[in-house]
């Protein structure tokens, strides 16, 4: 590892992280220079409302014993400046500031429309929390939380956001202070099993806006809104498809044999063993309430009502058969993703429903 240099740096901060859940540390934005805005990482909790502070009042600071990384180690930790128990900060003139604090540039995002993959974006609009999940997952060595099932919307559209590890408590925080509306930037485009969505990173901004309404009407089609259904009838089942879960990417590998021991999958290009645990059965099909849309429904999830459970050796024309008997199912529907999340008659959650 690179040594760091110890040097005093004359600055504006832009914006201060929430402290992240597993060692307090915090992200910080500072300009040090005339167009130079640095990343920093700091361990101190004591040094953050003054950071916040600064960042309110757009004063200038003098931040006194700062580590600086060498190029090798920007790369590795992401960070370009390093503050500690070491490091004082003290607000300036600004008089003494050889440099003025520059206003960055946002450009939004459009949301009737996908963002291309890779890269950084920023959006405006109303988070809705109404169906999130949080749950813990491995990140390398350590656990941290994810929030799932949240969405961003303006009066163009909507996106599924993952919130991750700091940002979930920031979020729910400024929910209880009945803000709803946000600005943020620097989120990643990823790419996941329903498709596109956008998640924070160690460089996301998450700015509050207090005084904006939510759009009165957002894009029909496009926001979370569910919908309770009563399926009279399923007209037709177009196919059951039979295959494993890939658990690289989540999509689905179509059986070849029944017999086969190893399974590739095309999306991703790997291989790995059959395993029973990972197989699945769908059915698409076509039910009168949602005209000609063509769903797929995980057939695992309604073994209690068709009567048996379907695995790869179960005869099609009898799942079929079954599947076209069921009537007045009452389910509630996430219109924007074609998702069944709630029948009643079976209490069972049909989280894998999507469009065809």
């Known amino acids: 590892m690179s040594k760091r240099k110890s040097e005093d740096v004359l600055a504006y901060v832009h914006s201060v992280s929430p402290q992240k859940q597993s060692n307090k540390s915090f992200n910080v934005r500072i300009q040090v220079e005339t167009e130079s805005i640095k990343k920093g990482v700091c361990f101190d909790r004591s040094l953050r409302q003054k950071l916040l502070t600064a960042k309110v009042s757009e004063d200038a600071v003098k931040i006194t014993s700062i580590l600086k990384n060498e190029e090798d180690d920007v790369k590795k930790y992401h960070a370009d400046y390093i503050l500690n128990s070491a490091t004082s900060v003290e607000t300036v003139d600004q008089i003494n500031v050889p440099f003025a604090r520059k206003i960055p540039e946002v450009e939004f995002i459009s949301l009737d429309k996908e963002p291309e993959l890779g890269g950084l974006v920023c959006v405006k609009g109303v988070l809705d929390l109404t169906h999130a999940v949080v749950k813990t997952v491995n990140?390398?060595?350590?656990?941290?939380?994810?929030?799932?099932?949240c969405y961003i919307y303006n009066e163009t559209g909507s996106?599924?956001?993952?919130?991750?590890?700091?940002?979930?408590?920031?979020?729910?925080?400024?929910?209880?202070?009945?803000?709803?509306?946000?600005?943020?930037?620097?989120?990643?485009?990823?790419?996941?099993?329903?498709?596109?969505?956008?998640?924070?990173?160690?460089?996301?901004?998450?700015?509050?806006?207090?005084?904006?309404?939510?759009?009165?009407?957002?894009?029909?089609?496009?926001?979370?809104?569910?919908?309770?259904?009563?399926?009279?009838?399923?007209?037709?089942?177009?196919?059951?498809?039979?295959?494993?879960?890939?658990t690289t990417c989540k999509k689905i590998i179509p059986v070849r044999s029944q017999d086969e021991k190893i399974v590739h999958c095309i999306a991703c290009k790997t291989y790995r063993k059959a395993q029973p645990e990972s197989q699945t059965c769908q059915a698409v099909i076509e039910?009168?309430?949602?005209?000609?849309?063509?769903?797929?429904?995980?057939?695992?999830?309604?073994?209690?009502?068709?009567?048996?459970?379907?695995?790869?050796?179960?005869?099609?024309?009898?799942v079929i058969a079954k599947i076209l008997d069921l009537a007045d199912i009452n389910v509630t529907v996430d219109e924007r993703l074609k998702v069944i999340v709630l029948v009643e008659k079976a209490k069972l959650s049909l989280s894998s429903l999507l469009p065809c």
């Open 139 to 149: 990140f390398g060595s350590r656990k941290v939380d994810v929030m799932d099932q």
């Open 287 to 318: 039910a009168k309430e949602f005209g000609k849309d063509l769903l797929k429904i995980d057939l695992a999830l309604l073994n209690d009502l068709l009567g048996f459970p379907v695995t790869f050796k179960t005869d099609k024309n009898d």
């Open 159 to 246: 996106i599924e956001i993952a919130l991750w590890d700091e940002w979930i408590t920031y979020v729910k925080e400024m929910k209880l202070q009945n803000v709803t509306h946000f600005i943020l930037s620097n989120l990643l485009v990823k790419e996941f099993d329903k498709g596109i969505r956008l998640a924070t990173c160690s460089d996301t901004v998450c700015q509050p806006v207090k005084d904006e309404l939510p759009p009165s009407q957002p894009s029909a089609g496009l926001v979370t809104v569910t919908k309770v259904f009563k399926l009279s009838e399923i007209n037709t089942v177009h196919e059951i498809q039979y295959g494993y879960i890939c």
